[in-house]
């Protein structure tokens, strides 16, 4: 049953270049019609994904922090009357790091967020214009100063190995990012996706991105400031200091049944892919018509699930107990992955074996896709 809550809220006060759904701006929302809408979807999630107390929330999408907080507080007095509350429970809001935004923070403090993520990405306006963000690095500090005085868990997220990156303007970046003190910092490398700009302009020689090795120099960079910081990485691109590893993306990483509402959530319960319709106006009308806002239920294969589990699992410095895993899914613990290459991989260094759990050593982590495509079984067999 899910003990994590996705909830997504597809608006942004203007065009947004990283806006999953550009439909989704709007001059106006009907704020009451879309506070019925999330509570119906809420509930019809609730009598399937139901039991147990929830540990985390987590408000997403276009522009949540500009959500109003009176809606805010409603969805998580709902939610709390549906599933209960953990007393340490997680309730983290993701916001644009603008001044329009930070503005509301008290209020959505009051509402119930006790965590917010900012996504700052750059202290630098040069390189935030390159990455398409609305907001300077002036007004990111700003928004940043005042998360940290409303919330008592604050983190934020940074991209690296840009064109240009050296290590010593990298070490200078994250040493100033560290300097901030929040318990949290996600560190991205820049990858070019097909089909986005960054990508056509590969194509046309526009944009030279950095080498492997210039790339892996920096990630060493960032483990090594990091971990000297006490925010060592408990995930590939994730930092932070002991006991404020984000809870909600741990359920993801571990491999939790979570739920997810709102328009494009995806889920996973009982062994079920969901998946709410994607375009505002669609969502509405599933509502209205069948009581929630699913527009696809999937039942997992069993080895389909374990292939997730592990791909995901591996990412965590803490690794994954292949024996639980194989107990799990009624699966041989000898089929979950390849041996051979597991055996070469730790004798490299590049992963570790302690009993049953395994896991990726610092040296691998640089390589952590083509790591899960030699190791994890293409074949999965059942017990």
């Not at 056509?200 to 526009?206: A, E, L, M, T």
């Not at 895993?325 to 290459?341: K, P, S, T």
Request: aromatic share 8%; glycine share 10%; net charge negative.
């Amino acid at each position: 049953m899910a003990r994590a809550l996705y909830i997504h809220w597809p608006f942004c006060a203007k065009k947004c270049p990283y806006c999953d759904f550009n439909s989704h701006v709007r001059a106006g929302v009907d704020v009451v019609a879309w506070q019925d809408a999330l509570l119906a979807d809420m509930r019809a999630e609730a009598e399937v994904a139901g039991g147990e107390a929830l540990t985390s929330i987590f408000f997403g999408g276009g522009t949540p922090s500009l959500m109003p907080p009176a809606l805010v507080a409603a969805l998580l007095a709902e939610a709390e009357r549906l599933w209960g509350f953990d007393p340490a429970i997680e309730i983290t809001l993701e916001a644009n790091p603008s001044s329009v935004e930070a503005a509301n923070f008290a209020a959505l403090a009051a509402a119930g967020i006790n965590r917010v993520s900012l996504g700052v990405q750059s202290l630098d306006d040069a390189e935030l214009r390159f990455l398409g963000r609305l907001h300077g690095a002036d007004e990111a500090l700003a928004a940043l100063d005042t998360a940290q005085a409303h919330f008592k868990r604050v983190s934020f997220d940074l991209i690296y190995a840009l064109p240009g990156h050296t290590p010593e303007l990298w070490h200078d970046r994250l040493t100033r990012a560290l300097a901030f003190g929040t318990g949290h910092l996600s560190l991205y490398q820049l990858t070019i996706e097909p089909g986005t700009r960054f990508a056509s302009d590969v194509r046309r020689g526009r944009l030279v991105p950095l080498g492997d090795d210039e790339a892996a120099d920096l990630f060493d960079i960032t483990q090594a400031l990091t971990s000297a910081a006490g925010l060592a990485a408990y995930e590939t691109s994730n930092h932070a200091r002991n006991g404020e590893q984000s809870r909600h993306n741990l359920a993801y990483w571990r491999y939790h049944d979570y739920a997810g509402i709102g328009p494009g959530a995806h889920g996973r319960r009982g062994g079920m892919a969901t998946v709410r319709h994607k375009k505002p106006e669609n969502f509405l009308s599933a509502v209205a018509r069948q009581g929630h806002g699913i527009a696809e239920a999937r039942a997992l294969a069993v080895p389909e699930q374990a292939t997730e589990a592990l791909l995901m699992g591996l990412r965590l410095t803490e690794g994954l107990d292949l024996a639980g895993l194989a107990q799990r899914f009624g699966l041989l613990r000898a089929g979950l992955v390849d041996e051979a290459a597991l055996t070469r991989l730790c004798a490299l260094g590049l992963m570790w074996q302690d009993g049953t759990r395994i896991g990726v050593a610092p040296p691998g982590r640089s390589l952590l896709d083509a790591l899960l495509t030699e190791v994890v079984a293409d074949t999965l067999v059942a017990a």
